[in-house]
C-alpha cells in the first residue's frame, strides 16, 4: 500500500511579479516502511516536496493521498494533528530548545497528548534508548557533540510513533564519522518498520536508503530502487 501518493503536484512561489515553480507535476508513490533519498541541486525542489508531504505545506494544485486519505483543503488543525501523530520532521540544524534538556526537548511532542507524566516518562526513556542516547537526559543542547544533537532531534521525532519521518539534510552539519553514525540510526529505524525519506547532498549518505529519487528543476528525474 502507498502510504504517500502525490498526483500530478506542483507547487509555485508568488512575490510581487515574480512566480517561481518548485514543482512541476509531480507523480511519487512511497509505501509503508520503505526508505527513500532525495537529491537533487540547490533549489530543485527538494525541501518544498518534503515540506507538502510532511504537511508542512500545500500545493499549488494536484493531488495528495496519505494513507489514502486526500488532504486537499484539509484545515491546517487537522494537518497539525498529522504532523504530530503520523509524520515527524528532523532538520539540519537539529531544532533542539537550548533551555530545556534532552529529555525535556525529547518531551514537547508528547504534552499535546492526555499522558500522566509516568506514561510520558516511559515513552521519553524508550526514544532515547533507541537513538542511542539514554545517558545524556540530563543535559543541556549546548553541553553535546552534534551528533548527540542529531540523535536528541530523532528520539524526538520518535517518541510519538510516528511512521513516517521525514529529514532535511540530516546530516548536512556533521563530519562524515558522526553523519555515518546518523544514517546507521535511520536504517535501524527502517528496519523497524518506519518509512523514512531523506534528503542529502552526499551520495554515501543517500547509499544507506533503498530507494534514490533525483530532482531537478522541480520534477523528477529519476527514481530508482539502489
Ligand atoms: N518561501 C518561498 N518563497 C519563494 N520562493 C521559494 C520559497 N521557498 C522556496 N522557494 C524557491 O523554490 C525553489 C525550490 O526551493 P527548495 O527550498 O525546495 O530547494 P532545495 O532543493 O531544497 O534547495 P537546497 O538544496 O538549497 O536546500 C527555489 O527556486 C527557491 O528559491
Ligand atoms: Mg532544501
Known sequence: MAAIELKDITKEYRSDEIITSALRNVNLKIGSGEFAAIMGASGSGKTTLLNIIGCMDIPTSGTYLLDNEDLGGAKEKHLSSIRGKKISFVFQHFALIDDYTVFENVEIPLMKQPL?????????????????????AKKKP??????QKQRAAIA???VCQAEIILADEPTGALDSKTGNEIMRVFSELNNMGKTIILITHDKNVASYAKRLI?????????DEAI
Open 214 to 222: 533525483t530532482i531537478q528543476d522541480g520534477s523528477i528525474l529519476s
Open 142 to 147: 549546548s553541553n553535546i557533540s552534534g551528533g
Open 156 to 158: 524526538r521525532a520518535i
Open 116 to 136: 500522566s507524566k509516568a506514561e510520558r516518562k516511559k515513552k521519553v526513556l524508550s526514544a532515547l534508548k533507541l537513538a542511542g542516547i539514554s545517558n545524556l
